[in-house]
């Protein structure tokens, strides 16, 4: 059986994959997001796998703030993401560099239409703010550009632990998931 640091490994090559490819995709269908937009992160729907947010749960552990980060997800009672910045001054998210897969994605990948085919999927800021760089965009896609394709990453994602990667539930949900599974492994391991 795969040990939870190889998983961990694992997943953040999936995430240094995606963001080689978001990257891509950008920069040849010329979209960004609006500057200090975090718009995305406000919705109250947002689903996540535990697994896409192991590596964040392992960094918390290894940075002594996993129990703390467990105590204030028990305490929340927001839908919004606990990571959320929500002070006037600052801006984005508290966990950047080891936020999940789907914070990764949003924005800058694809659904797929009944046949298969990709279809760029816009935030709402930018068909809003800038409707003519979301429709360009979305006409590269048509047009045959590369697009990461979401249902694709969370295949790869699932090949890697099909119970948890298969698993979506709210994003505190899920956060707090990876949390609890990194903390009991780790005590398990202290106490054997
Ligand atoms: S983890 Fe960070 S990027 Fe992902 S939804 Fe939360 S605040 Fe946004």
Known sequence: MISLYHKVQKVESLQKSV??????????ACI?????????????????????????????YKLGLLEQWLEDLEKNESQQC??????ADKWGCKIYPVRGLIC??????AITDKNGRPV?????ILKQHRPETASRAGLYVVGGGKVPVISTYYRRLASIDPSTGNDFMPINQAIKKAL??????????ESA
């Open 19 to 28: 963001d080689k490819d978001t990257k891509v995709f950008k920069r040849h």
């Open 32 to 60: 960004e997001c609006e500057s200090f937009c975090a718009e995305c992160c406000r919705y109250n729907d947002v689903t996540a796998t535990s697994l896409e947010f192991l590596p964040f749960a392992w960094h918390a």
């Open 82 to 87: 606990i990571f959320l910045r929500q002070d």
């Open 104 to 109: 990764r994605l949003f924005g800058f990948s």
């Open 120 to 124: 760029y999927a816009a935030c709402r």
């Open 180 to 189: 609890e599974i990194v903390y009991f492994h780790c005590l398990y391991r």
